[in-house]
T-cell receptor
């Protein structure tokens, strides 16, 4: 079974500083995708960044980058130059790609989330 | 495109009542899923579908039914509401993976359900 672990229930960061949110995953499937979503207090789920298990380079999307360490099964999110609007819950999730006729559909396994607070 | 839409936004039910949460997407996505989010937790998969006519159970399927008669719609039915089903429900859709690459799931705005 797949599992995602986010060990930081809450984090504080000073505005304009960088912050790393931890995520480790557990899967024996060779092909998978890792996602980070942001959930502000308004409740919607906002896609931030994606990393494929076969991608050689770490993914980047603007101020977001993913520190992917495959051997350690780690996919930490780095937010550079934090802004007040970054205050939100952040969820790491894994998607297992179909193989050998087994299609798990859009199944995402989510971690418990990390609540990030950005201080002015 | 409207993306993924969910109705209603809020709902209060009494124990034992039934209802259907509606979900629709206009992106022609094959994959659709229902999740629930309880306070302080991540999302947990209830049911999912890989295409019209094909559904399967997720992690927490008990007390819920789904059907997928069209690509666009994926309603979630609560058969006999219980207080334990008080939660926020999210519907999501995505294209299927290609060449080992997964695609982001597009989430609806959520339905906040309270069962008294």
């Amino acid at each position: 079974a797949q599992k995602i672990t986010q060990t930081q229930p809450g984090m504080f960061v000073q505005e304009k500083e960088a912050v790393t949110l931890d995520c480790t995953y557990d899967t024996s499937d060779p092909s998978y995708g890792l996602f980070w979503y942001k959930q502000p207090s308004s409740g919607e789920m906002i896609f931030l960044i994606y990393q494929g298990s076969y991608d050689q380079q770490n993914a980047t999307e603007g101020r977001y980058s993913l520190n992917f360490q495959k051997a350690r099964k780690s996919a930490n999110l780095v937010i550079s130059a934090s802004q007040l609007g970054d205050s939100a819950m952040y969820f790491c999730a894994v998607h297992i790609s179909p193989m050998r006729g087994r299609d798990l559909g859009g199944k995402l396994i989510f971690g418990q989330g990390t609540e990030l607070s950005v201080k002015p | 495109n409207a993306g993924v839409t969910q109705t209603p936004k809020f709902q209060v039910l009494k124990t034992g009542q039934s209802m259907t949460l509606q979900c629709a997407q206009d992106m022609n996505h094959e994959y659709m899923s229902w999740y629930r989010q309880d306070p302080g937790m991540g999302l947990r998969l209830i049911h999912y579908s890989v295409g019209a006519g094909i559904t399967d159970q997720g992690e927490v399927p008990n007390g819920y039914n789904v059907s997928r008669s069209t690509t666009e719609d994926f309603p979630l039915r609560l058969l006999s509401a219980a207080p334990s089903q008080t939660s926020v429900y999210f519907c999501a859709s995505s294209p299927p993976p290609t060449r080992g690459r997964s695609y982001e799931q597009y989430f609806g705005p959520g339905t906040r359900l309270t069962v008294t």
